[in-house]
T-cell receptor, first 115, second 112 residues
Framework: DTAVSQTPKYLVTQMGNDKSIKCEQN?????MYWYKQDSKKFLKIMFS???????INETVPNRFSPKSPDKAHLNLHINSLELGDSAVYFC??????????????FGPGTRLTVL | DAKTTQPTSMDCAEGRAANLPCNHS???????VYWYRQIHSQGPQYIIH???NNETNEMASLIITEDRKSSTLILPHATLRDTAVYYC?????????????FGAGTRLFVKA
């Protein structure tokens, strides 16, 4: 069974469109994350949710809106897509970020290409 | 910003031990050192973590210096499938919890 899953795996779209990426974890974790990995391969955290509550928002443009309907799901909606949004987006989950030792488990990634 | 510095890349012969160093000179007493790796086109994968004692699991060993300012990840018998980017991370205290910040990592090439 896949622990952290994301859909879709690939997403190709035009500038200005709106798109969503979905993430689900079946590990029973309280905390979920979205990371962005750009062409330079740096992995940067975007958002973190703990029990459906937004905890971290790392100066991400307002066009990005995460939604957590329950603690097993964290979706990412992106409005008015721009060329610079092209990247691989990784979802992750962990038991609880308040723990001093807290291992993150990552999904397979969604490769977004904006044309 | 990441609290760690690592070499940009390293080579290792298949079957030999791969020793990946990491400096974390500003680490605080209650901050753990974590190692993850990212194989091409996949999500990062947890390897091991430690506080002050050396740790070993089925994947690797982690050696932390007594002053905790540096550590070494050891893959005892590297295989071609261990070619990846290895991230050394110090989890820092943050509002309401701890934060995991990924740096640039070390690109390990295992060669036949």
């Amino acid at each position: 069974d896949t622990a952290v899953s994301q859909t879709p795996k690939y997403l190709v779209t035009q500038m200005g469109n709106d798109k969503s990426i979905k993430c689900e974890q079946n590990l029973g974790h309280d905390t979920m994350y979205w990371y962005k990995q750009d062409s330079k391969k740096f992995l940067k955290i975007m958002f973190s949710y703990n029990n459906k509550e937004l905890i971290i928002n790392e100066t991400v443009p307002n066009r990005f809106s995460p939604k957590s309907p329950d603690k097993a799901h964290l979706n990412l909606h992106i409005n008015s897509l721009e060329l610079g949004d092209s990247a691989v987006y990784f979802c992750a989950s962990s038991l609880n970020r308040v723990l001093r030792t807290d291992t993150q488990y990552f999904g397979p990634g969604t490769r977004l290409t904006v044309l | 910003d990441a609290k760690t510095t690592q070499p940009t890349s390293m080579d290792c012969a298949e079957g030999r031990a791969a020793n990946l160093p990491c400096n974390h000179s500003t680490i605080s007493g209650n901050e753990y050192v974590y190692w993850y790796r990212q194989i091409h086109s996949q999500g990062p994968q947890y390897i091991i973590h430690g506080l002050k004692n050396n740790e070993t699991n089925e994947m690797a060993s982690l050696i932390i210096t007594e002053d905790r300012k540096s550590s070494t990840l050891i893959l005892p018998h590297a295989t071609l499938r261990d070619t990846a980017v290895y991230y050394c991370i110090v989890r820092v205290g943050n509002t309401g919890g701890f934060k995991t910040i990924f740096g640039a990592g070390t690109r390990l090439f295992v060669k036949a």
